[in-house]
Every structure is written in structure tokens, then in C-alpha cells.
């Protein structure tokens, strides 16, 4: 159960602060729901900041969320890669540190689309490594073993994103850009970025197998390895499509002798209205697998056996 | 987890026959996803059989799935009120009635914008259903109790949809009708069947309290009832979007003086890529609040505590 702290952007666990666990604080730009407050609950985020619409969250609104769910075991924050966030989410932990709050941070980069890694943004992988961290945490885990294992899932995940069509901030009240009636976007971003190459639509699956070649590469994917799949919605894509893609993606892994651990479809991390999806391939080992089926209570990451 | 009969369009849990329980089974047309094998799972149903789009599953895909589940304690079937599912559905259960089969049915008619109860149409509150009866079975209660509660739970709810753009079956390749750009269509069914009204758009708030106001009255709501809320989007509807309409729909409540139970949002059962989202109100009783927080392990429910 959640509870919204009224006026500042900040949702928390009913029970917070929970003693004797490592807290995980999250956050950004709202337009990505149910990202960021959807996955506040036990075994993943003990609390979520939301922004404006693609704006970064307030140094001031962090640090109301790490103060709210600080339980005495050390914070962390997982952070992803935008300018804003990284300065506001940074400047929030420096505060705190000197109050004595034991706080660290891991900077998520998934997406694949950017070939420099230290360039690369933080996208919807950003659920898989609240998953894994927050369970871990819930285990009772030390903040450095914490923050360990959401590293290892950030250094073993790729993402790359479609769209179909653009979004518009309600703030500004036109579309961020434009995209003809058979034009497709690959590699965009989380806020209406443009992507790393536009190009005539093609079907569902020409345009899986281009996602799933460019994920597959840039993490050396190799016969016998074992992965967790995710196919995300970007807000307007019916769940219908996101299973064809879910099929075309598990034919891939199978027929490259890649083994699937679970696989899941769904709107968990999306760009308001956007038309289009992403795929998340994450490598798996021993205790990430452990850790994706732990339970959870979040109102928005399903249920997994 | 699942397991895909090959060929005939039934899904069923792994573990099925499951001995010693009533199985739950439901269907219906494709399009409406995650609606219905998302919900297939321990607790809710035993198995989904799906149709083309927007057309029933035949008596002959029907009989595979009650076959599949039957574990000797009978077999309640979850219809929706459409003639073609009535009728593949009841010939189904005619013939494994004479093979012996102990099994039984329940209508759902949740759709309130229909004034005339046997005309009402099966909507989103069939995922309720399956919850609810689907919670009663795993329990190991038999098939006239299981029977009962699911016909509690459809005498005690309703629903009202209202659609912003049409959907396009891929079978037919145009629009099902066409909204103009500052339309609405409110009381829409779930395949785009026409609505009672049409009128001109209006801001999410106003929208909500119509639709509420519509359920609220047909229900006969009154200060001190408690109910489960669903906000469901059509398919092409953002999360944030449904978020705006629960707050709206809560506020309502709280000023009407109606306790709420619990409230989920999301994509439950769709119209393909329609714009749009429906309401669902349950009144709920002891019984069926334990059912609702029952553990569950379907891929599309959300996890409710």
C-alpha cells in the first residue's frame, strides 16, 4: 500500500521507513507511467519522486523521499541518465550524506540506440533494475550489496525503442516532432527524442528482429546464455501488437539458442501517448532470476512464477 | 504458467487438471487483450479460449478447454452476453453434460449504458468475475457456490465505456466508425459497437463524473456502500490519462460518501487500439473483498494487497 506525501511529488510505502532494510528511491519526469510510483511497494521501491511531465524532479522533492523511507540501513538511489536527473538526484545525496544518511547511487544507461555507453539513456531496463535491487534490499541485503547487484543488472541489459508516432506535452500542447504516416522512428528516446535513424514502416516482425539484432549485439548474446524479456509499450500501442512482437522476439531467442527465463509485455515505462514499443533484453544469472520472482507488491510489475 | 494447446486457440494452466477444484473456464473473441488469457493462472481462470477477432470461439475450441481443466469437481464457464458466445458457449456445455462433466454457467452483463438487463452486454467486469469466482475456486469450494459468488459479484456491478477514436479489426482493414475530431461516443461496447449518445469532447474530469454518475445511479449507490473500482483502458488510451480519470472517479466517491475499497487502472480487456477507457463499480460485500486479495499468479492482474 502507497501513500502520497500531499504536495510533493513524493509516494511512499504505508510502512515507511522500514527498519533494517536498505530503502531504494527513484524517480524523474512524469509521462512514463506507471514509472516511477507504479513500482513503489514491498520488494521494489520504498519510494518514487515525480516531476514535471519530462522534467527532473526538484533537489527539494528528493530529498523529502530519502528522509521519508531512510530506515537506518542506507539509501539508494537509481538514477537515470539525463542531465537533470543525475545533478538533482546527486545534489540531493551530497545534502544527506553530511547528515550522517548513508546513501549511494546507480546511474541506469540501457539504451543500446547511443553507441557511447557513458551517452546512453536510462530507459524502461530502469524497472528490471528496481525489480532486482528491491528485492535484494527486501532480503536484507547491505547498501553495498545493494547497489552490486543493480550494477550487474545495468552492465548485462540493453533496450532500444520504436515509435510509430509522437507525443505531445500537455504543457506545450503540440506534438515534439512529426512522423509521416508510413515513417517509423528507431532508437528514441523516453521523452520524445528523436531516434538514430528514421525509415519506411515495416511489419511487426521485420521491425522486432531490427530491435532484437541491435540488443542481441551490443550484449554479445551467445547460444546457451539465459535472458529476461521485456516488450513495453510506449502508451499507445494495444496490448495486441506488443504480443505479436512478444512471439517474433521469443521465435529469435529460440532459434539463436537463447535460452528465455520469463518474458513479459506490457505498458511499463511509456512516453505519454506515443505510438510504439521497446525491447529489453536483460542476462540473467543465478540470483537476478532469484531475484526477479520474488514477491512483490507494486500496483504495476506483474506477477511473476 | 501457461500452456498453449497448439492449433486451438486454448490456453490453460500448466498444472491442469487440477484435482479436488472447480475449473473456471472463459472466452471470447481476440482483440480484447490482456482479456482472456491474462488471466490464466492459479486463482483466477483455468482456461481462455480465444476466437478470431472480435468473434466467438467455436463449440469444438470450447469443449478442448473444458476437457483440458475438468479435474472431476466440475467446470463453471464465464460467458459474455453475445449471442455467438451464448451459443457456442451452452452447446459446449450440452454436450460434456451428456459425457458426464459436471458443469454450469454464469452471463455477464455488467454494461449499464444498456437500460434493458437481458440486453446488457459482457464488458470489463468480467475480469472481476474471473477474480472473484476464479479465488472461490482455488479455495476448493464446489461448482454451486463457486457458481453463486460469480452471480453475487454480476448482480452488484457495472460498467460504462466511453470511446475518443474508433478501432480498425485487421480482418477488415477500415474503422469500425468514425468519431470526429471533437467527438466522443459514450456507452460504446467492447467491439466497437455504437454507443447510446455522441457528443461534443470533454475534459477527463467531466467525462469521469458522466460515466460515474451513470454506474453510481443503476447501481443504487448510497452513503456507507463499499466498492471495488476498475478504470480500464480501451487499447489506445495512456496510463496517465486513466490516473487523471481514477482521481476524478475517488474524489466522487469520497464526496458521495462511498467507501472505496481498492482502485486499479490499467489495459484490462481493450477494443483493439480504441481510444477510450470504462468504468467498472463493484459493490462489494466481506466475501468478495477475501476474494479479491486472494494471491494470484496470472500474467494481467495487478497485485492487490
New interface residues.
Given amino acids: 500500500?502507497l501513500r502520497n506525501i500531499e504536495g510533493t511529488g513524493v509516494v511512499v510505502r504505508t510502512d515507511s521507513p522500514v527498519k533494517g532494510t536498505v530503502a531504494l528511491v527513484s524517480g524523474g519526469g512524469?509521462?512514463h507511467?506507471?514509472l516511477h510510483a507504479g513500482y513503489v511497494?514491498?520488494g521494489m521501491l520504498s519510494a518514487a519522486v515525480a516531476g514535471a511531465v519530462f522534467t527532473s524532479p526538484a533537489r527539494d522533492q528528493i530529498l523529502t523521499a530519502i528522509n521519508s523511507v531512510n530506515g537506518g540501513n542506507g539509501v539508494l538511489l537509481v538514477i537515470k541518465n539525463y542531465s537533470g536527473d543525475l545533478m538533482n538526484f546527486k545534489l540531493a545525496e551530497q545534502l544527506v550524506s553530511t547528515s550522517g544518511i548513508k546513501v549511494s547511487h546507480v546511474v541506469v544507461n540501457d539504451d543500446v540506440a547511443i553507441k557511447s555507453r557513458e551517452n546512453r539513456r536510462g530507459v524502461a531496463g530502469t524497472v528490471l533494475v528496481h525489480k532486482i535491487a528491491g528485492a535484494k534490499a527486501e532480503a536484507g541485503a547491505e547498501l553495498d550489496e545493494v547497489k552490486k547487484i543493480a550494477e550487474r543488472v545495468i552492465s548485462n541489459m540493453g533496450s532500444v525503442g520504436v515509435a510509430l508516432s509522437s507525443c505531445t506535452n500537455p504543457a506545450v500542447g503540440k506534438p515534439i516532432f512529426t512522423l509521416g504516416e508510413n515513417e517509423m522512428e528507431i532508437g528514441i528516446g523516453m521523452h520524445g527524442e528523436t531516434g538514430v535513424a528514421r525509415m519506411e514502416l515495416q511489419d511487426a516482425d521485420k521491425i522486432a528482429e531490427m530491435l532484437y539484432r541491435r540488443v542481441a549485439d551490443d550484449l554479445e548474446l551467445k547460444r546457451g546464455d539465459e535472458v529476461f524479456v521485456m516488450i513495453n509499450g510506449m502508451?499507445?500501442?494495444?496490448?495486441?501488437?506488443l504480443?505479436v512482437v512478444a512471439r517474433k522476439i521469443c521465435d529469435l531467442l529460440e532459434s539463436d539458442g537463447i535460452k528465455r527465463f520469463r518474458a513479459?509485455a506490457?505498458?511499463f515505462a511509456?512516453s505519454?501517448?506515443m505510438a510504439g514499443f521497446s525491447l529489453t533484453l536483460l542476462k540473467v544469472d543465478v540470483e537476478m532470476k532469484q531475484m526477479l520472482l520474488a514477491p512483490?507488491?507494486?500496483?504495476?510489475?506483474?506477477?511473476l512464477?
Fill in positions: 500500500m512524469s509521462g507511467e506507471p511497494g514491498k502508451g499507445g500501442t494495444p496490448l495486441m501488437e504480443y513479459i506490457g505498458n511509456t505519454l501517448e512483490q507488491t507494486t500496483p504495476a510489475f506483474p506477477v512464477v
